[in-house]
Every structure is written in C-alpha cells, then in structure tokens.
C-alpha cells in the first residue's frame, strides 16, 4: 500500500510516517521504480505501535526501545517493565510539577483584586519582583482570614 493509505489504516499522518523513517524508526517495506514507498501490514502494525506508545507520553527515544524489545521475541519482561516504570515516574514528576503551577496560579490570582487598578500580583511575580508582594499578601490573606498562603 502507499503511503496515503498507511495512514488511513494506521492512524499516523503521512507527514509524521515521512518523518519517522527519516529517524529510522519506521521504514518503508520497499519502494517502487518511480521512488513510491510501499508499506506492507507489518509496517502498519509498527505505525500502530508507535501512535499509541505517543499517546501514552512516551518520548522518542523510548519508543524506539519499546520497538526494539517488542521485536525481540527472546527479551525479558522486566526490561520492557522498567521502560514503563521509568516513563510513570517522569509523568509524576510532571504531574507534581503542573499541580505546583495549578497551586501558584490560583493563589496568585487569589491575590489578584482583578479591578481597573494596574497592581497585579501575577504580572508582579512573573516580572520577579513578586516575593515582596508574596509576603505582604500573605499577610492581607492572614488578616482577612483566608487559609492558603500565598508562597
């Protein structure tokens, strides 16, 4: 099949396949005299392991390995479980991270009195020069009774 209709059946652009042999990590079946590529269904099942290896977050680079492991039929499970395991540490590490963001935004808005004055927080502390204003509306906070501090 061609390349238009490797993507129907995979589900991956055509640009994204072009892009993927360009990195070796999907190659054609073969080409045709005029230079066509031709994709069989084993190279269509690898372009349905990659889309959903990406969806799951997975970089590049670990995709290749998961390819890798997945066409080595002699390899360990444990290999393939330590790629995994690695991969959920970093999506933690990134859902820590978005939740300290998500945290400092709304306490930042929080402070924010959002009225026709220029004074804001948010623009204070991405300016860098918040952490004055932290502690002078963590006060305000404290005095008006609100619980969260601001830092």
């Not at 066409?71 to 393939?80: I, N, P, Q, Y």
């Not at 998500?102 to 009195?113: F, G, N, R, S, W």
Request: with cysteine; aromatic share 4%.
């Amino acid at each position: 099949m061609n390349i238009g209709q490797a993507a129907a059946a995979s589900g991956v652009s055509a640009k994204m396949i072009r892009y993927y042999e360009e990195i070796g990590l999907v190659l054609p079946e073969s080409r045709t005299s005029s230079n066509y590529r031709l994709y069989g269904e084993d190279e269509v099942h690898r372009l349905r392991f990659v889309r959903r290896a990406r969806s799951l977050g997975f970089s590049l680079e670990e995709t290749q390995k998961l390819l890798t492991l997945w066409a080595d039929k002699d390899r360990e499970s444990g290999e393939v479980k330590k790629v995994a395991l690695g991969h959920i540490a970093e999506l933690e590490d990134k859902i820590a991270a978005m939740r300290s963001m998500v945290e400092t935004l709304k306490d930042l808005a929080d402070c924010c009195h959002g009225d026709n004055r220029p004074n804001c927080p948010i623009l204070n502390d991405l300016a860098g020069s918040a952490p004055a204003l932290r502690r002078d509306v963590a006060g305000d906070r404290k005095a008006a009774g609100i619980g969260r501090s601001a830092s």
